[in-house]
Structures are given as structure tokens and as C-alpha cells.
């Protein structure tokens, strides 16, 4: 029998995408095989060695097999069974470098500045060739005796360059104390994932985006699948893969409007999805290459270029063939030219520069492209209507009539706007005129109003928001809150409930009748009432390993959780300071007499390159230069029995960028956390285990300087991953306000369990505790349905 094989680029996008989604990629045609000649092991089949092997090797990893995908394996070829070996090596980071500065860091060196001080003196002052400097490294600097333990150290400890590398021995793999279960997926899963991802109903992650080009690329002989496309974002994404592919006048039936064609041209030339104004990322780039240390030395700030090279690289040049497709596509689009130009209109700043770029004005001049020229002449002369305008117009006013019909017209945005118009117009007319369209507003809109209603009603405390291309802030709440008292508000905020809550049941009831449903029972996995559903949730990290929604709450098994970072695979050898740091907030009713304060009297504790130990946590050393090709690590060990003991109330994850710039492209960051120790060799440092990791991103987007990636809550003994991007070249710069914010953010989102109540509740389901073989469900939401983030936003109903 023949034996077949992916291609190599789709194997590997396949696989890299099923073990996001915690399973082992297999060719249906090779499934089919299997089928034919197989039976369960155990019976008349013996499980192959090269199987043993793979398994063996996926455990030290931290993964396990279930039946179904273990008979599966036994019967693939040995080619194929290393191909899965290597890619989850890959995934893992097996074959990085993972060496930190110090040897044995969890016993520390005794460093400190004065240390620092004195090298710093004798590499200064002190002429080479004078025996009493000390011993001289490769860097070039010498440390002098009485100073650094040398022999404790991989590398120069005074400008943190590593001359010495470990690689991952026995001791480091297996410690883990849970294994993360894999299950098989063959194209029918895979291309049901596809569909998912495409019709998903709220806009992707930076996971599942990378996850969509994957599955574009892995089937772009077969094409796209026939769904309905719902988000921009995704639009942008199938439209490049076809101009691409020389299809563009396929491409014609995704554009709606001229703000489509600008988020393509956007999204080709910057690589971000939403239209972030360019001097968003001008100033962006500038502040990122700042540096703390420019009052002493002011060549260490390097904004003013970075700024100019910011606005080269943003400058627009297109050649003929790109100008003439999107002169087509502005003149095809079936949208009025009146209302072209007012979508045009809030962007008009970036509009100028395209249509100089694009040379549409001479393009509307030939024969074809009237349309073309109407619309430029509008625009020009500002010859057309602005809604947005006209609301203004009317709300300054306080025409709460006009104002309402206005808005009636744009759901969307009538939604979007409601909290603000019921605090300016009070609650009775906003909320009956809302009522009107309600069902016109996409779902995930109506539960993101019942969501935060509660935190935006009520008085004092901050609101987390985050501008496009921004980072994450905290601002004041609405100055019209101070007009209620607490019963007006309470009034809204059930107002508000009472209307989301009966259009969502409206909508569940109406789904109940169209898809001709009559199952009479539902299991809700306990562990989905602790899952966030993803709404608005735009995180800019990719996750290799199983993916999990932002708010997600990790379980501690040990008393230890262990930061990592790894940075600069693939890269020359040069400086490039990337720091690993946490910080400890405590509680106020402790003793923190030795702490220090923030601004607004919060005890903290930081550990970080500039404070390797303090209490129940140890830093392995600061590394600013990374080795040629192989990248470097950093870890942070956090004794969570210690910190509870101490008074600590949460700690926050950080990693930041030192060096000018921003957080450099595939650093990886996560925690590693089991009930067994987990060792550091004391011969190398390393101590990395894969199979201990129980959450780990990837940095993608190229502005951020400063990221949380997760908070540890010392009393529910859980890791919350978050994503929190901020302006700070140390940890210091952290404003611990903001991850508080979010935190509540995030607590007051709806869970997918919660969902899956209400939707019972509306269809007339009998919830079971239990779902076993002798009284199944009829409708079963598993946790691991809820991993694939597309197919549960189904739920949203429109």
C-alpha cells in the first residue's frame, strides 16, 4: 500500500494550529487508511515501539494521548511519527537556549552595587595591564577580585553578556504533575475549525489570525470555504490571500464601503487590522525609544530618529497594477456617493494621502470611473452630510427626539453611545427608544452592554480603556455620574438588564423555532463558568501551545510558579536588553514597615534586574547582550507559601523592553507551575522543564514596551492570564491602578457557562449535573468545545 504524506508547509501549519487547539494533526486519507486495517490496541494489535517512543517523548513534554489518537499514531509511518515528534519540540522550545546568567540561582551570589561599582571603577580608571585589575573576560571588562563569585556566573555579571550554554538535560523534562491531554484531528476537524474562524461572530486574536493565514495557506488549492464572513478583521485577511492568489476582482463582493478598502490598504502596508492613526504610531515609535538614563546621557535617547524613520517607513507608494485595482474597487462599490464620502469623512487626514498615493484623481479621469471622480469631487469640495455631525448638533442641544431618530438609524452605534445618552438625556426616553431596534444590535453588543452596565453606573474608582494602537489606561469615570443619586443609578443599571436579558431570550427562543430543536437537556461543563466569553478581547500575543481567552484562571498545584523568558533565536549576536520582572503588592493591614509605596499608598515589592531577591522571589540574573543565533533566558522562581505568609494580596507578571525600542518580535514568556519541585541545575542554570509550562505567549506586534502576561492571586491560589500592555521600560513605570482596573473588567464579563444558563433557560432545557453514558445530554458544552473560541461565539445569536 502506498504510503501518503502532507506536504511539509501543510503539515506544519495543520499542526501547529490542531495542538492550539490541543490535538495532533492526521491526513484524513491516512485516518481512512488506518480505519481499514485497524483495531484498538489491546485486542489484536500490539503498540509499536517507534508509538512507545513518541508517547514517552510527548509526556516529558507535558502532553498525553487519549485512545482514540493513540491507535490512530500506532499505525502512522515512523517518518511521520518523527515529523509530530519535532514540530512539538519546535512548539516547546526544546532545541533554544535556555542558560541564564547565574549558575544555581536559586542559592544567590551576594551581588549588589557596590559590586557594581567597583568594576565599574577599575574599567574606567584603572589602565589595562595592571595585574591588580583582576580577571579579564571576553567581553573585554574586568572584574576585580573581591567583587563577583565568577565562578558562579555564565557569563560577564557586569554587562550581563553569556559566554557559556547548557542544553536541556534528563533532570529537566517530566516534573510536571498534570498532563495536558491531546485528542486526533484529521481535515474534517480541521476544516469545520476553518469554517469557525471565518463565520466567527466577534472579532479574532492575534492566535486566531495567525491561525486563519495557517489554514488559508494549508488549503489555498481547495479555496475558501462558502460562509458568511461577519468581522472586518477576518475580511482583511481572506482578501490579502486573494490579491495574493491574482484574484482582486474577487475581492470586489467583501468591500462595503471605502473604509473596507482603506483597512486593506492599512492592514498591507503597517500589518495592523484597525485603522491606527499614523501619528499613533509615530509618537508610539518615539516614546519606545526613550531612555530613562538620557538626563545622564542624553546620546542614550534616540526618539527625534526614531521618530523620522517612524514617518519614512508609514510614507505610501503604490505601483500602476495597485492603483488601478483599488480605483476599481472604489468605483464598483455599490454604496451612494454622498455616503461614501461621509464614511470617508472621519479619516479624511489619511484619505488625502491615499488618494495622492493611488493617484485616483487621474484615474476618475478615464472612461469607466465616473463614480470615481463624483466622489472625489464631493470630498474635495466637503460637499455631503456628516451623521456623526448632525447628533452632536441635536444632543448639544438636548433634542432628545431628533437625537434618538438619529440614532435609531445606526443600531450599532446607538449602542455603543447608550450609557453616555442615558446619562445626558436620563433613562426613560434613551432606553424606549433603544428598545425599538434592540433587535438589530449584534449580540455581542447587547452582552457587552449587560456586562459592564453594573461598573459603568457606579460612582468612583476608574474605567480600563484601551485607544486603537495605544496602550492600556485608566480614566476617570463619566462626570455626569455625579447627577444621580445611587437610586437613579441602580434604576439604570436594571434597566439595562431587564432589556438585554429579554432580547437575548427573544432571540435563543426564535433559534429554538428556526433550527427545529428538540432536545429536552444540557450539560455545562462546571470548569466554562470560570471561561470569559470573548468579546472585545483583541489580544496581541500568539499562543503555540492549547490557546485559553484573556481572564482565564490558572489553578496553582505547588507552592512555587516559575517565570520564564527567551528571546533572541535566530537573531547576531548583539545588545538587546530584555527584562523579566514581577511585582508583589501587599496587603494594607500587614507589617510593611521595610516595603515601599506607590503614589497612592499601595505596599509593594518589585523583583527585577535591579533587585534579584527579595521576599519569596529570586531572579536568575539581568542578561543584556544575546549569543549568536541561540537567544538567551531569563527566570523568576515566586514561593507562593511565603508571600501568603507575608501578607501579599496579588503579583503582577511583567516583561519589558530596556533597551530603546519596543518588546522584540517572538520573545516568549509564560509560567511553568507542579506539584513536584522543580529543579535548577546547578552546573548550568537551566531550568526549563516543557512539561511543567502551564501557559506561554509569544510576542507578535512591534510597539509594545512594556507587557503584563498574568496576576497572581495569592489567596485564590490562581494565575489570571491577562494581556496588558504598557508604556514602561522598567517595572517601576507600572501603574498597578491599571491591572487592577482590568482585573475588574475582566470579573464582570460573562462566562460561557452563564451564556449557556440563559440560553437553557429560553429553550426550556433541563440542565444535568452530569453527562454519563447511561443518561447522556442532548446537548453537551464540554471544555474542550469552549477551547475553540470561533464556534462558541455561534452563541451569540443575531
Not at 478615464?366 to 466622489?375: P, R
Not at 525600542?661 to 517572538?666: C, F, K, L, V
Request: hydrophobic letters at 40%; proline letters at 3%.
Amino acid at each position: 500500500m502506498e504510503t501518503i504524506f502532507p506536504t511539509t508547509t501543510k503539515f506544519s501549519n495543520l499542526s501547529a494550529v490542531a495542538v492550539r487547539n490541543q490535538a495532533i494533526y492526521v491526513m484524513t486519507e491516512m485516518a481512512e487508511i488506518n480505519e481499514q486495517i485497524d483495531t484498538k490496541i489491546g485486542e489484536n494489535k500490539k503498540l509499536r515501539q517507534t508509538t512507545s517512543v513518541l508517547v514517552a517523548n510527548l509526556a516529558k513534554l507535558g502532553f498525553g494521548v487519549d485512545e482514540q489518537l493513540l491507535t490512530a499514531l500506532n499505525n502512522l509511518p515512523t517518518n511521520y511519527q518523527l515529523m509530530i515528534a519535532d514540530k512539538f519540540k519546535t512548539i516547546m522550545g526544546v532545541n533554544k537556549n535556555w542558560t541564564p546568567l547565574v549558575k544555581g540561582w536559586d542559592v544567590p551570589t551576594g551581588e549588589d552595587i557596590t559590586d557594581h561599582l567597583m568594576t565599574w571603577f577599575v574599567n574606567v580608571f584603572i589602565p589595562k595591564g595592571n595585574k591588580k585589575r583582576g580577571v579579564e573576560l571576553a567581553c573585554g571588562h574586568t572584574i576585580p577580585p573581591n567583587t563577583f563569585p565568577l565562578e558562579r556566573y555564565n557569563g560577564c555579571p557586569f554587562c550581563g553578556t553569556p559566554f557559556e550554554f547548557g542544553e536541556l538535560e534528563d533532570e529537566n523534562f517530566g516534573q510536571g504533575s498534570k498532563l495536558k491531554m491531546l485528542s486526533l484531528w484529521t481535515d474534517k476537524e480541521a476544516k469545520q475549525y476553518f469554517e469557525d474562524l471565518l463565520a466567527s461572530k466577534t472579532a479574532l486574536d492575534a492566535t486566531q489570525i495567525d491561525s486563519l493565514k495557517k489554514m488559508i495557506q494549508a488549503y489555498k488549492e481547495e479555496g475558501l470555504p462558502s460562509v458568511e464572513i461577519k468581522m472586518k478583521e477576518t475580511l482583511m485577511v481572506v482578501i490579502s490571500n486573494l490579491v495574493e492568489l491574482g484574484k482582486a476582482e474577487k475581492a470586489q463582493v467583501y468591500f462595503k464601503s471605502p473604509v473596507d478598502v482603506m483597512r486593506y490598504l492599512w492592514y498591507k502596508h503597517t500589518g495592523f487590522l484597525q485603522l491606527v492613526k499614523p501619528k499613533v504610531i509615530v509618537e508610539r515609535k518615539a516614546k519606545n525609544n526613550k531612555h530613562i538614563a538620557s538626563v545622564i546621557l542624553k546620546e542614550l535617547d534616540q526618539s527625534a530618529a526614531a521618530r523620522l524613520a517612524a514617518k519614512t517607513e508609514l510614507k505610501l507608494k503604490y505601483s500602476r497594477k495597485e492603483c488601478f485595482m483599488v480605483a476599481s474597487w472604489l468605483n464598483n462599490l455599490e454604496m451612494n456617493a454622498d455616503i461614501m464620502c461621509e464614511a470617508m469623512h472621519p479619516k479624511r487626514e489619511m484619505w488625502v494621502r491615499f488618494i495622492r498615493a493611488l493617484r485616483l484623481a487621474e484615474y476618475s479621469k478615464k472612461t469607466g470611473f465616473e463614480k470615481l471622480k463624483t466622489v472625489l469631487d464631493k470630498f474635495y469640495n466637503e460637499d455631503y452630510r456628516v451623521w456623526q455631525g448632525e447628533v452632536d448638533k441635536y444632543r448639544l442641544r438636548t433634542d432628545v427626539n431628533k437625537t434618538m431618530q438619529l440614532l435609531k438609524q445606526r443600531p450599532g452605534l446607538f449602542a455603543r453611545s447608550l450609557f453616555a445618552n442615558m446619562l445626558w438625556f436620563g433613562k426613560e426616553d434613551v432606553l424606549e427608544a433603544f428598545s425599538e431596534i434592540i433587535d438589530k444590535v449584534p449580540a455581542r453588543l447587547v452582552f457587552t452592554l449587560n456586562t459592564y452596565a453594573d461598573s459603568y453606573f457606579t460612582k468612583g474608582g476608574n474605567r480600563a480603556v484601551k485607544p486603537l494602537g495605544g496602550t492600556n489606561k485608566h480614566i476617570p469615570k463619566n462626570q455626569l455620574l455625579a447627577l444621580y443619586d445611587e437610586e437613579g443609578l441602580k434604576a439604570m443599571k436594571e434597566g439595562i438588564e431587564e432589556l438585554c436579558i429579554l432580547a437575548m431570550r427573544k432571540r435563543f427562543e426564535a433559534q429554538k423555532i428556526k433550527d427545529k430543536n428538540e432536545n429536552k437537556t444540557i450539560f455545562i461543563d462546571p470548569m466554562l463558568f470560570k471561561v470569559p466569553v470573548s468579546i472585545g478581547d483583541r489580544s496581541e500575543t500568539v499562543q503555540d501551545m492549547p490557546s485559553a481567552l484573556m481572564g482565564t484562571r490558572f489553578e496553582i498545584e505547588g507552592d512555587t510558579v516559575r517565570l520564564f523568558m527567551q528571546w533572541g533565536e535566530g537573531l547576531p549576536a548583539q545588545h538587546l536588553d530584555m527584562d523579566l520582572s514581577c511585582h508583589v503588592a501587599y496587603k494594607p493591614k500587614v507589617d510593611n514597615s521595610k516595603r515601599e509605596y506607590s503614589n497612592y499608598g499601595t505596599a509593594y515589592d518589585i523583583c527585577s534586574y535591579s533587585n534579584l531577591v527579595t521576599d519569596g522571589c529570586k531572579h536568575s540574573g539581568d542578561i543584556m547582550s544575546i549569543p549568536d543565533k541561540i537567544g538567551t533566558a531569563e527566570y523568576i522562581d515566586i514561593d507562593v507559601k511565603e508571600l501568603r505568609q507575608k501578607g501579599a494580596r496579588y503579583v503582577t507578571f511583567t516583561c519589558n523592553a530596556y533597551s530603546n525600542g519596543e518588546i522584540t518580535p517572538n520573545l516568549v514568556v509564560g509560567w511553568m507551575n507542579s506539584k513536584h519541585k522543580m529543579t535548577i541545575s546547578e552546573k548550568t542554570g537551566v531550568a526549563y522543564d516543557p512539561s511543567c509550562v502551564q501557559h506561554q505567549v509569544r510576542i507578535q506586534r512591534n510597539l509594545t514596551k512594556g507587557l503584563v502576561f498574568g496576576v497572581l492571586d495569592i489567596d485564590a491560589n490562581e494565575i489570571v492570564w491577562l494581556e496588558l500592555s504598557f508604556h514602561g521600560q522598567v517595572v517601576g513605570q507600572l501603574d498597578i491602578r491599571g491591572v487592577e482596573t482590568l482585573l475588574g473588567k475582566l470579573d464582570a464579563k460573562l462566562s460561557i457557562g452563564n451564556l449557556l444558563l440563559l440560553k437553557a433557560e429560553a429553550q426550556d432545557l433541563e440542565v444535568l449535573e452530569t453527562n454519563d453514558e447511561e443518561n447522556p445530554a442532548d446537548e453537551v458544552y464540554s471544555k474542550e468545545w469552549a477551547m475553540n473560541t470561533a464556534a462558541v461565539t455561534q452563541l451569540l445569536v443575531d
